[in-house]
């Protein structure tokens, strides 16, 4: 029998349970019970604090009785339910593009929706060559890998060296362009102008994941790429687990882009539809993140004042100017070491190690939310500046 090894070079993961069972509570906001202590979360993506909303819990529970537990098929068999397309044209709308596609998580979507649209999946093999950010999400990566095209990965954020690659591409090749307008693990923005520039200059497709943006920036909080400026080969990506609170992904894209994906993405064509639940939180969020900008006000100024507090600690924070924002310290037992000092002190964060980010580039990842106080974050300041790094 062949032996399963682990590489020993990387960090073994293990899933560790967490008690959130009094999550609605009026005074649980930001709190999570881990190892029998109850701790702030600084490791939470929920970053307005919608999964929390009773509003929002209670349009699930309407979904989930006048539709059931399930949609039992995939979008293209029977489980098309006509209120997804109702949630896609509101998304369509605000982003502005011509349509949005509702599909399971942002792992998948990336996974297939890129070998779609490179044209290598379900039995097409047509050539293109992606140029894709070094530090862009693994789920990307996955795609791109999937997709079996050729793959420059250029310096993060250098968009000087992304057009030296582009230079050396034949005119007629087809190309494209990847990149997440804000950075999951180093929470720092991409130029989107300068990206939107150079696919249009070198005829590429532009595709944009807004995971972490989406629901906290942009005009009425529907991204950075929700503006009308778009090139017509520009396609938006984003997810419903984070801002939204709920789960699962969209694309938002032209109508021929759409066509090609209802046709060619595995992702949505071999996939079981969002359930009712889901798909009800989902309706009910993202009414009220236009409303919502009180909240994102809100996260911006705690954001700024932890950011600059950290810098005056003589703390790493790499390029961040958002919610998330890195602690580098370059060693692993370092990472763990505050781990365990936060945890002594009231507070969960979550250390972060390769293959996820860089060799030696180990970090802790904050990532603040709109329900966080300012006293919250004094405290934790404090706490944090005792600690020897």
Same mark, same amino acid.
């Given at each position: 029998?062949?032996?399963?090894? %682990?590489?020993?070079?990387? &960090?073994?993961?293990?899933?560790?349970?967490?008690?959130?069972?009094?999550? %609605? @509570?009026?005074?649980?906001?930001?709190?999570?019970?881990?190892?029998?202590?109850?701790?702030?979360?600084?490791?939470? *993506?929920?970053?307005?604090?919608?999964?929390?909303?009773?509003?929002?819990?209670?349009? /699930?529970?309407?979904?989930?009785?006048?539709?059931?537990?399930?949609?039992? /098929?995939?979008?293209?068999?029977?489980? *098309?339910? #006509?209120?997804?397309?109702?949630?896609?044209? %509101?998304?369509?709308?605000?982003?502005?593009?011509?349509?949005?596609?509702?599909?399971?998580?942002?792992? %998948?979507?990336?996974?297939?929706?890129?070998?779609?649209?490179?044209? *290598?999946?379900?039995?097409?093999?047509? !050539?293109?060559?992606?140029? /894709? #950010?070094?530090?862009?999400?693994?789920?990307?990566?996955?795609?791109?890998?999937?997709?079996?095209?050729?793959?420059? =990965?250029?310096?993060?954020?250098?968009?000087?060296?992304?057009?030296?690659?582009?230079?050396?591409?034949?005119?007629?090749?087809?190309?494209?362009?990847?990149?997440?307008?804000?950075? @999951?693990? #180093?929470?720092?923005?991409?130029?989107?102008?300068?990206?939107?520039?150079?696919?249009?200059?070198?005829?590429?497709?532009?595709?944009?994941?807004?995971?972490? /943006?989406?629901?906290?920036?942009?005009?009425?909080?529907?991204?950075?790429? $929700?503006?009308?400026?778009?090139?017509?080969?520009?396609?938006?990506?984003?997810?419903?687990?984070?801002?939204?609170?709920?789960?699962?992904?969209?694309?938002?894209?032209?109508?021929?882009?759409?066509?090609?994906?209802?046709?060619?993405?595995?992702?949505?064509?071999?996939?079981?539809?969002?359930?009712?639940?889901?798909?009800?939180?989902?309706?009910?969020?993202?009414?009220?993140?236009?409303?919502? $900008?009180?909240?994102?006000?809100?996260? !911006? $100024?705690?954001?700024?004042?932890?950011?600059?507090?950290? !810098? =005056?600690?003589?703390?790493?924070?790499?390029?961040?100017?958002?919610?998330?924002?890195?602690?580098?310290?370059?060693? =692993?037992?370092?990472?763990?070491?505050?781990?365990?000092?936060?945890?002594?002190?009231?507070?969960?964060?979550?250390?972060?190690? &390769?293959?996820?980010? &860089? @060799?030696?580039?180990?970090?802790? =990842?904050?990532?603040?939310?709109? $329900?966080?106080?300012?006293?919250?974050?004094?405290?934790?300041?404090?706490?944090?500046?005792?600690?020897?790094?």
């Amino acid at each position: 029998m062949n032996k399963i090894t %682990l590489n020993k070079k990387n &960090p073994t993961r293990k899933l560790e349970i967490f008690d959130y069972s009094s999550k %609605l @509570s009026k005074n649980n906001k930001d709190l999570v019970k881990y190892n029998g202590k109850t701790l702030i979360n600084f490791a939470s *993506n929920d970053y307005l604090g919608f999964s929390k909303n009773k509003e929002i819990s209670n349009e /699930s529970i309407s979904w989930i009785k006048k539709y059931g537990s399930s949609l039992s /098929s995939s979008r293209l068999v029977t489980g *098309n339910l #006509d209120k997804i397309e109702m949630i896609e044209k %509101l998304i369509s709308k605000n982003i502005k593009h011509e349509n949005s596609i509702i599909v399971g998580n942002g792992f %998948l979507l990336n996974s297939t929706l890129i070998p779609c649209l490179t044209g *290598n999946s379900l039995g097409t093999r047509n !050539k293109c060559i992606i140029f /894709s #950010d070094k530090l862009n999400h693994a789920s990307i990566n996955y795609g791109c890998l999937i997709s079996r095209q050729r793959c420059f =990965r250029y310096n993060h954020l250098d968009l000087n060296h992304l057009e030296s690659q582009l230079k050396k591409t034949p005119n007629k090749m087809r190309k494209m362009i990847i990149s997440e307008t804000l950075f @999951s693990m #180093d929470g720092d923005l991409a130029d989107l102008h300068g990206l939107r520039y150079l696919s249009k200059k070198y005829a590429c497709i532009l595709y944009l994941d807004e995971a972490h /943006s989406f629901g906290l920036y942009g005009k009425n909080g529907y991204g950075f790429a $929700s503006d009308v400026n778009k090139n017509t080969n520009e396609i938006t990506v984003g997810t419903f687990s984070k801002a939204i609170g709920s789960y699962g992904s969209f694309v938002s894209c032209s109508r021929d882009f759409y066509k090609k994906i209802v046709n060619s993405c595995g992702g949505l064509i071999y996939s079981t539809a969002l359930p009712p639940s889901i798909l009800g939180a989902i309706s009910a969020s993202l009414k009220k993140i236009t409303k919502a $900008s009180k909240l994102r006000k809100k996260i !911006k $100024s705690n954001s700024e004042f932890l950011l600059e507090k950290l !810098k =005056r600690l003589n703390f790493d924070t790499a390029k961040s100017n958002s919610h998330i924002i890195p602690l580098i310290l370059k060693d =692993r037992s370092k990472c763990e070491s505050l781990k365990k000092y936060l945890f002594d002190h009231g507070y969960f964060v979550k250390e972060i190690s &390769p293959p996820t980010v &860089p @060799s030696g580039y180990d970090r802790i =990842r904050l990532s603040l939310t709109a $329900s966080m106080s300012r006293v919250i974050i004094k405290k934790f300041i404090k706490h944090i500046s005792n600690f020897k790094h």
